[in-house]
């Protein structure tokens, strides 16, 4: 019965609106007329709060609830890291390696206690607890000690020099307050909000802390008034959970929403020739790259570097990149480097030689004795040229740019075969490098750190069977150069080798896209992990 | 009756047992949940190991069945893999918003179609018939993910050249609004509540259609014309009645199904139902609540096969219970 009177009811409601709209009498308030709310579409909901959390940790956590919590440093839309929790830059030795750093005397919880040095020595304690199932433990474990020479003064002493250690604390969840989560489960907090575990109240030192939550539904962030910061200058900023991307363009369209980060896609387009929008696109931190198996279970041809020359030589990756994106972004490139992206200043065009010559890579076959068969293919020592291509089924501008290379490399005497599975199966197939050819993304931090793994000899991610000594050598000396330019120096000499020993082809870096309102201003997109929230303090509204 | 409803729910215990411990052996046969978790150099080992050992990852399944189901019955689900909000409360969230959408689309949809399909059985090869037929076809035909977005695009248009918001194109409640049953949910529900109803509208009216042909042409129909009843009591009456009955069957499986969730519908639009909460936890490989919304949608398919079978005896009287 109670179910009968509630379905009149919802019943009832529905024909009052459909009546109501149909006589003008429902229009919705702009979201951010009123003075200075901004409504951002999130594409994804973080699957719970504590970002700092392996389960937690997704791009969406950190640009939603993570800006309450800046780290020691943050990174710059061109991937240089800036001095934000820290007054200055945070003074080193190198020998013992000791990082000394200062925190800004301004700098306060959102409940008034400051920010110290013991709460960073709490975040670390908290990273470095076996018992936490925490996202990542990288570059802490080298921390022998950490002291607090005075409330805001802290100093690091690593057991070997971490070159990456601007990357320690930083960007979101960064820094987190010991006198709020101090003696908790750590597992356990931050689910559904992120409040002070001992006065119940939302915590935080960004410039924005978090109100209210309604799961499934949206996130609403006010200003924090202790922000150490610019004081921001709109009042409210509200997360709507949008996870499909159609219904993010009607919904910034229809004045639903305010801003979107969407993925990229074809009707993105559409919102550049919408009248009251404004779209900023950047080349992302997510780059595609095609990896050649040489080791036993790959493709006997892709473990001579002149075949994965050859093949290099046989793509267009200029028309590739046109094809794939030229309604959305026409000035986008494609990638150069296997070290540093092309929105980065240390960047090089390691790849650059590798323009589309269809002669020659028949001619770099040819002298390495294969010779073409009846149609047209390759045959090299009795192996045919002709390698199976993966990715992950399903994503469409994968299975597109899958396409093009085939009919690319068709024309060079070389066959591909698409064999594409789920990603459940590519993936694990991939790491165990079971496969010939395969197309996915990386997502470059703007560090070169993370690229040690992936091409040095045995490396954890390494999955190509590529081993190269100098290369080795050379990103293991930078992991633990602690000059900058030095070790600029040192992964360029690496990504130069890799140019020519080409283990894996670099394609393109996937743009990002800021939609937003003509009236919101001081937007800036940042296609780094910083994210498009990265200086939300210094957005406004107008009119 | 009291006796049918108890032997049957008797009957639903073994089929939910059996029921879940197939879900769970096809779901963990599917691989070790923590792979792509593996995959992420930045993750650590030891983190790993701390999912595995909370969820007795390492032991054989039949040890890890008897550990979930243990965990089902005595703590509502436990937690995700991932995360430690407990499943309960995430299905307690969603599944209102689902049978708002759900219960208000059917009703509709039933209403509707039924109201067709008789005026088409009576007016058999009328204009109205052939067009009805036409339409239900077309129904049929129409993808729901096309129709969703062509009335996203309909009432987004519609506001941009009126300025009049009729309803929302995503979502449940506008920001600062958490009412469930006002004009704002109303308004926010429209556009998916129209995509749902017109599959189930065609459905619905063509069912009720040949049913109804099959009843007014039975004897029963023609003596009760005889015996000078006027025609709307004899097809209200009489035909109605009974030509409902395939219709009840197909509504009640409908709805069963339904309450796990309008998967694509809801996930188009943006509604933190059943739908999207199985296909974000199933993409993020978290097996627990998977499980759990496998469950839960089993025991109602159950539920609404027996409301459907208690139904056929207030429908046709010739249907007892023993």
Redesign the interface.
């Known amino acids: 019965m109670k179910?009968r009177r509630?379905?009149l009811?919802?019943?009832c409601?529905?024909a009052?609106?459909?009546v109501?709209?149909?006589l003008?009498g429902?229009?919705?308030a702009s979201?951010g007329a009123s003075g200075g709310?901004v409504?951002f579409g999130a594409e994804q909901?973080p699957?719970?709060l504590n970002g700092v959390?392996?389960?937690?940790n997704n791009t969406w956590t950190s640009w939603t609830v993570g800006i309450s919590f800046p780290g020691l440093y943050e990174i710059l839309p061109n991937g240089d890291l800036r001095p934000d929790l820290i007054d200055g830059e945070a003074k080193f030795t190198k020998k013992p390696f000791t990082v000394t750093y200062k925190i800004k005397q301004n700098a306060n919880w959102s409940d008034g206690k400051p920010v110290t040095a013991q709460d960073v020595i709490f975040t670390l304690q908290t990273i470095l607890n076996?018992?936490?199932?925490?996202?990542?433990?990288?570059g802490y474990e080298d921390i022998a000690r950490a002291r607090a020479i005075n409330p805001k003064t802290l100093k690091l002493s690593f057991r070997k020099p971490y070159a990456a250690w601007k990357l320690l604390f930083g960007g979101q969840f960064g820094v987190l307050p010991k006198h709020a989560l101090q003696g908790k489960d750590f597992?356990?907090v931050w689910?559904?909000n992120v409040n002070s575990q001992t006065t119940g109240k939302p915590i935080g030192s960004g410039p924005f802390i978090l109100e209210s939550y309604?799961?499934?539904?949206?996130m609403?962030m006010v200003r924090n008034p202790r922000f150490y910061g610019k004081r921001p200058q709109i009042d409210k900023l509200?997360f709507?959970?949008?996870?499909?991307t159609?219904?993010?363009i009607?919904?910034i369209?229809?004045?639903?929403v305010d801003a979107i980060y969407p993925q990229p896609q074809l009707q993105l387009g559409d919102l550049r020739r919408t009248g009251g929008l404004k779209v900023l696109s950047s080349a992302g931190a997510t780059y595609e790259h095609i990896d050649f198996n040489a080791g036993k279970k790959g493709f006997a041809l892709a473990r001579a570097p002149w075949f994965r020359q050859a093949f290099a030589y046989s793509i267009d990756r200029t028309a590739l990149t046109k094809q794939l994106f030229g309604t959305l972004k026409p000035d986008l490139q494609p990638l150069q480097s296997l070290t540093y992206q092309n929105t980065q200043k240390q960047y090089q065009p390691h790849f650059g030689q590798y323009t589309y010559n269809p002669t020659k890579a028949g001619q770099i076959m040819t002298s390495k004795g294969c010779a073409k068969g009846g149609d047209g293919i390759f045959v090299c020592n009795g192996v045919r040229a002709s390698v199976k291509y993966g990715t992950t089924a399903g994503n469409r501008l994968r299975e597109l740019s899958q396409e093009i290379v085939q009919a690319q490399a068709k024309k060079s005497g070389i066959e591909v075969t698409i064999d594409n599975s789920p990603s459940?199966i590519f993936?694990?197939q991939v790491?165990n490098e079971d496969y010939q050819l395969a197309l996915f993304a990386w997502v470059g931090s703007g560090d070169p750190s993370?690229i040690t793994?992936i091409y040095s000899c045995g490396g954890?991610?390494n999955w190509m069977g590529y081993c190269s000594k100098k290369v080795t050598d050379l990103l293991k000396a930078a992991d633990q150069e602690l000059d900058p330019a030095a070790r600029v120096k040192l992964v360029n000499q690496a990504g130069k080798i890799m140019g020519l020993n080409v283990p894996s082809i670099p394609l393109y870096q996937k743009p990002t896209f800021l939609v937003y309102k003509s009236k919101l201003q001081g937007l800036a997109d940042n296609p780094t992990s910083g994210g498009p929230l990265w200086n939300v303090e210094n957005w406004s509204v107008s009119g | 009756m009291f006796t049918f409803i108890l032997r049957r729910l008797l009957y639903s215990i073994p089929v939910l047992f059996a029921a879940s411990f197939l879900i769970f052996v096809s779901v963990s046969a599917?691989?070790n949940p923590l792979?792509?978790?593996?995959?992420?150099?930045?993750?650590?080992e030891?983190?790993l190991q701390?999912?595995a050992e909370r969820k007795h990852l390492d032991d054989p399944i039949p040890v890890r069945y008897v550990y979930w189901l243990k965990e089902a019955v005595t703590d509502k689900f436990g937690t995700?893999?991932?995360?430690?909000?407990p499943i309960w409360d995430?299905l307690t969230?969603?599944i209102p918003?689902t049978l708002?959408l759900v219960?208000?689309a059917e009703?509709?949809a039933l209403l509707i179609g039924i109201l067709i399909g008789v005026y088409s059985a009576i007016r058999q090869y009328s204009v109205f018939d052939y067009t009805a037929t036409m339409a239900s076809f077309l129904g049929f035909a129409m993808p729901v993910f096309w129709l969703a977005?062509m009335l996203?695009?309909l009432?987004?248009e519609l506001?941009?050249r009126?300025?009049?918001?009729?309803?929302?194109?995503?979502?449940?409640?506008?920001?600062?609004n958490?009412c469930t049953?006002?004009?704002d949910?109303?308004?926010h529900?429209?556009i998916p509540?129209m995509t749902l109803a017109v599959l189930s509208i065609a459905q619905y009216s063509r069912y009720m259609r040949a049913s109804m042909l099959e009843v007014i042409n039975s004897d029963y129909i023609r003596t009760a014309r005889a015996k000078g009843l006027s025609e709307p009591k004899v097809t209200v009456r009489h035909a109605l009645r009974n030509a409902l009955i395939p219709v009840v069957t197909v509504s009640a499986i409908n709805f069963g199904v339904l309450i796990g969730g309008a998967v694509i519908t809801e996930?188009?639009?943006?509604l933190?139902g059943m739908g999207?909460y199985f296909i974000?936890n199933l993409q993020?490989?978290d097996v627990y609540p998977v499980m759990a919304w496998l469950m839960i949608t089993a025991t109602m398919i159950i539920i609404f096969n027996l409301i459907a079978d208690i139904t056929y005896g207030f429908l046709d009287p010739r249907i007892r219970y023993e």
């Open positions: 179910l509630r379905t009811v919802a019943g409601t529905l009052m609106a459909i109501a709209g149909a003008g429902t229009t919705a979201p709310t409504v909901e699957p719970c959390l392996a389960g937690c076996p018992k936490n199932d925490v996202a990542g433990r990288a597992n356990e689910n559904t309604t799961k499934g539904q949206s609403t509200v709507r959970f949008i996870t499909n159609d219904s993010e009607q919904a369209k229809g004045g639903e459940r993936f694990p790491s993370g793994d954890e991610s | 599917v691989g792979s792509e978790l593996r995959l992420n150099p930045l993750i650590s030891q983190t701390n999912i995700p893999l991932f995360v430690q909000t995430d969230r969603v918003h708002q219960i208000v009703l509709l977005l996203q695009i009432f987004t506001f941009l009126t300025g009049t918001r009729v309803f929302y194109t995503s979502g449940l409640n506008s920001v600062d958490t049953f006002c004009v949910r109303a308004q529900l429209a509540v996930t188009i639009f943006g933190d999207p974000n993020s490989q």
